[in-house]
C-alpha cells in the first residue's frame, strides 16, 4: 500500500524530523495543510533536502488568497529548492466561512474560481507561456521556470471540480470520502474526465482519520472529539452523505489491527491509489495509542 501521513508539527526542525521519520519507516508520502508553520512551503524545501525519495505534499494550500501565477512560482521554487523530484502541490478552495469570514474574499462561485485557477496553474507548471483573461482570474504572458515537474492535485469532491480534476490535474485530494464514495461517486467521474481529455490515470489521495483500538466506541468519541469541526462544513457534509456516512466517526477507519486492514484494503479497492492517514490518538495513553496505529501503518507500506 501506498500510505502517507498528515504531518502537524510545531516548527521547522520539527517538520524536518518527521519526514525522515516517515521515509525511514517507509511511509510513501508526509501531507501538509496551508496553516502548518503559518505556511508549510519554505520548512518543507528544507525537509526535502534532508531526504532522499519520499513525496512532500500540501494538502492543500488555499486558492483565493494567492494567485495562481504566484503559486505557480512559489510551487516552482519549493521543487528547485528540494533539490530532488518529490514535491507535490496539492490546492483547494477550501470553505466559504475561511474565505469570506476571515479573508473577506467573495465565495459565490467557487466552481468557476477553481477551474480558471487550474487552468492558469498547470500550465504555469509545465512551462507554458500563459495568457488567460476570464471572470475570477487573469494572467498575462506569464511563464514560470520549473526546474523540474510539478505534480498538481485537486481538493476535488462535487462534479464539476472533479471533472476539472480529470481533465487539468494529476488527481484529487480527498477528506472524509469513504470507500463507497470513492467508488460510486469520486472513481468514475475523475476517470471518465481524464480520459476524455486523453490524459493519464489519476491519483486519488485518500485522507482519512484512522486509529487502531478495540474499543470501537471510544475510538469514535475521540474521533468526534478530533473532527468535529468538518461536519458542519458543507463540502464534507455531501461527500459523507454520499459515503453513506452519518459522521466523521462513521467515515474514519477505526477498529483492530485487521479491522483496518480490511477498510483500508477496501479504499484501494475502491479505486482510491494512496491513504493519507490524519492519525488519531485513543485513550489516556495517546503516545502508546499513536504507536500502535503507526505501527500497524508502517507494516502495510509498500
Not at 492543500?60 to 516552482?76: D, E, G, K, S, V
Not at 468514475?188 to 485518500?206: D, E, F, T
Amino acid at each position: 500500500m501506498r500510505i502517507g501521513l498528515t504531518g502537524r508539527p510545531a516548527s521547522t526542525e520539527q517538520l524536518v524530523e518527521q519526514a525522515k521519520a516517515a521515509e525511514k519507516d517507509g511511509f510513501s508520502s508526509v501531507w501538509y495543510d496551508s496553516t502548518v508553520l503559518g505556511d508549510p512551503l519554505a520548512a518543507m524545501a528544507v525537509a526535502g533536502r534532508e531526504t532522499a525519495s519520499i513525496e512532500l505534499g500540501t494538502a492543500i494550500l488555499q486558492t483565493y488568497p494567492c494567485h495562481p501565477l504566484l503559486q505557480a512560482n512559489r510551487a516552482a521554487a519549493v521543487a528547485e529548492a528540494m533539490g530532488r523530484p518529490g514535491f507535490t502541490l496539492g490546492i483547494g478552495p477550501s470553505h466559504e466561512p475561511l474565505v469570506s469570514g476571515m479573508y473577506g474574499l467573495p465565495y459565490d462561485r467557487p466552481g468557476r474560481n477553481t477551474e480558471e485557477y487550474v487552468r492558469i496553474l498547470t500550465g504555469l507548471l509545465r512551462g507554458e507561456k500563459v495568457t488567460y483573461e476570464s471572470e475570477d482570474w487573469t494572467t498575462r504572458g506569464a511563464r514560470v521556470r520549473t526546474a523540474r515537474p510539478v505534480p498538481v492535485l485537486l481538493a476535488a469532491l462535487g462534479p464539476r471540480l472533479l471533472r476539472v480534476a480529470g481533465e487539468l490535474a494529476d488527481g484529487v485530494v480527498l477528506f472524509m470520502a469513504s470507500a463507497r464514495a470513492v467508488e460510486t461517486h469520486i472513481a468514475p467521474r475523475l476517470h471518465a474526465a481524464a480520459s476524455a481529455a486523453g490524459r493519464p490515470a489519476p491519483r486519488i489521495v485518500a485522507q482519512l482519520p484512522i486509529a487502531v483500538h478495540d474499543d470501537l466506541d471510544e475510538a469514535r468519541a475521540a474521533t468526534a472529539k478530533t473532527a468535529a469541526v468538518y461536519e458542519s462544513l458543507p463540502n464534507y457534509r455531501r461527500i459523507m452523505d454520499i459515503g453513506g456516512a452519518g459522521s466523521p466517526a462513521d467515515a474514519a477507519v477505526l477498529g483492530d489491527e485487521a479491522g483496518v486492514t480490511r477498510r483500508l484494503r477496501a479504499l484501494l479497492d475502491a479505486g482510491a491509489t494512496d491513504i493519507q492517514a490524519f492519525v488519531v490518538p485513543v485513550g489516556e495513553d495517546r503516545r502508546r495509542s499513536r504507536q500502535r496505529t503507526m505501527d500497524l501503518l508502517s507494516s502495510l507500506t509498500g
